[in-house]
């Protein structure tokens, strides 16, 4: 690895500071993830394909491509070429936070922000998406774990 230098001014004081730069190389899966991703995969697109198609009957929101990942942070994501992608492990959580997800991502194909407007439209079919927040960060200690 390299060694970085770098001198600043601080004050009175001068600071040397001394760091490494880190690997680029992104974490291997273990093998047994690898697997478990193997065998839910089909599942978690039929679960997504079927909600999205309940819910989208209420927005009527077009969207080209979905996704179904093995992701370490994310339960989900929409580009603004409207692909929803979406983590296996949503198989893995209750029905409301299935729909919760589901109709977030759907409603980023309208606003693509967070925004009240945003948070409006998932209101409209997840009344109480802010407790729902707060179960998937719960349950993303749990079950986002490397």
């Not at 009957?57 to 929803?84: D, E, H, P």
């Not at 927040?133 to 749990?142: D, G």
Request: with cysteine; net charge positive; aromatic share 10%.
């Amino acid at each position: 690895m390299c060694s970085r230098f770098s001198v600043g001014m601080f004050g009175v004081g001068m600071r040397l500071r001394v760091g490494r730069r880190r690997s680029r190389r992104p974490r291997a899966w273990s093998l047994a993830t690898k697997k478990h991703y193997a065998e839910h995969k089909e599942a978690a697109r039929a679960l997504v394909h079927a909600k999205l198609e309940h819910y989208n009957q209420f927005y009527n929101l077009t969207y080209n491509r979905v996704a179904i990942r093995n992701t370490r942070s994310r339960w989900g994501s929409c580009s603004s070429k409207k692909n929803l992608n979406f983590n296996y492990r949503i198989l893995l959580l209750e029905p409301k936070l299935q729909d919760y997800l589901i109709v977030h991502e759907l409603c980023h194909l309208q606003e693509m922000n967070h925004a009240p407007q945003f948070w409006a439209l998932v209101a409209q079919q997840v009344p109480d998406y802010k407790a729902c927040i707060q179960e998937l960060r719960a349950a993303e200690k749990i079950l986002l774990q490397p």
